[in-house]
């Protein structure tokens, strides 16, 4: 089991920056490509960024590229999403996603993610 937690979302003015950290504990951090995805009210869960096993290669949303940077710190078994000039359509629950893989693929359908965190609220205002 991998237990995934995310913190560092809050309420934050359009333009404005958050970084949202992702801990992860539980297994072999490196064995595992990353997500992030997120979920507005009366949405579906979409797709936001995604880091591989080895963090050289990054994938993101359109809506996000440009804006928002995913990184990974194996010394601290973390994920991170450094998020910039948020917009009010940001405004979601963030998540973190967790998928032990022994290629160097970057994972972005929530289906090929088996473990997620609890999330954290991310509210950008006008």
């Known amino acids: 089991q991998m237990q995934l937690v995310e913190s560092g979302g809050g309420l934050v003015q359009a333009g404005g920056s958050l970084r949202l950290s992702c801990a992860a504990s539980?297994?072999?951090?490196?064995?595992?490509?990353l997500g992030w995805f997120r979920q507005a009210p009366g949405k579906e869960r979409e797709f936001v960024a995604a880091?591989?096993?080895?963090?050289?290669?990054?994938y993101y949303a359109d809506s996000v590229k440009g804006r928002f940077t995913i990184s990974r710190d194996s010394a601290k078994n973390t994920v991170l999403l450094q998020m910039n000039s948020l917009k009010p359509e940001d405004t979601a629950v963030y998540y973190c996603?967790?998928?032990?893989?022994?290629?160097?693929?970057?994972?972005?359908?929530?289906?090929?993610?088996?473990?997620w965190g609890q999330g954290t609220q991310v509210t950008v205002s006008s």
């Open positions: 996603g967790a998928q032990f893989t022994s290629s160097r693929a970057i994972l972005t359908g929530e289906y090929e993610f088996r473990y």
């Open positions: 539980g297994r072999t951090f490196s064995n595992f490509a």
């Open positions: 880091i591989s096993r080895s963090g050289d290669s990054t």
